[in-house]
């Protein structure tokens, strides 16, 4: 890929990783809003651990499908052969771990590094949600 093709498919890909992160962490504030009326119910306790499990179910599968998106580009493009590299191949670029042991040609770095920005991005918000999530609970403004 040039360049220029890097930087535009890796938009692209960084741009639906955001469409996947915004789109789960929205319904997973409608559904505590929704399931409000159950944990109402509910000791403090067990409301406040049913909401931050909840969220992180949520949170961890919104870090999940974009990991296996990526796993799908290197397959796609024929990057990579097989969905095991795949998959550890976009889990230690997303997490930026990168131990280096599955490495790209020149001509795909750039484009590979989209990869680690939408994973910071994503743990970046993902971390904000859950502290607004939590200082609502905690100030106990969340349903009761």
């Known amino acids: 890929m040039t360049l220029l093709e890097q930087i535009m498919w890796g938009s692209l890909y960084l741009g639906i990783c955001f469409v996947i992160e915004i789109i789960l962490l929205v319904w997973c504030t409608l559904s505590i809003a929704h399931l409000g009326a159950r944990f109402r119910h509910w000791t403090r306790g067990l409301r406040t651990a049913g909401i931050i499990t909840l969220s992180l179910a949520f949170i961890v599968l919104a870090h999940t499908l974009q990991v296996w998106l990526w796993a799908g580009v290197w397959i796609w493009y024929d990057v990579l052969s097989d969905w095991n590299e795949a998959l550890y191949f976009s889990l230690v670029t997303y997490t930026t771990v990168g131990y280096g042991d599955v490495v790209l040609g020149s001509g795909l770095r750039i484009f590979a590094a989209f ?30």
């Open 115 to 144: 990869a680690a920005v939408a994973g910071l991005l994503a743990f970046g918000l993902s971390t904000a949600y859950l502290v607004a999530i939590m200082t609502r609970l905690f100030e106990g403004r969340m349903p009761r």
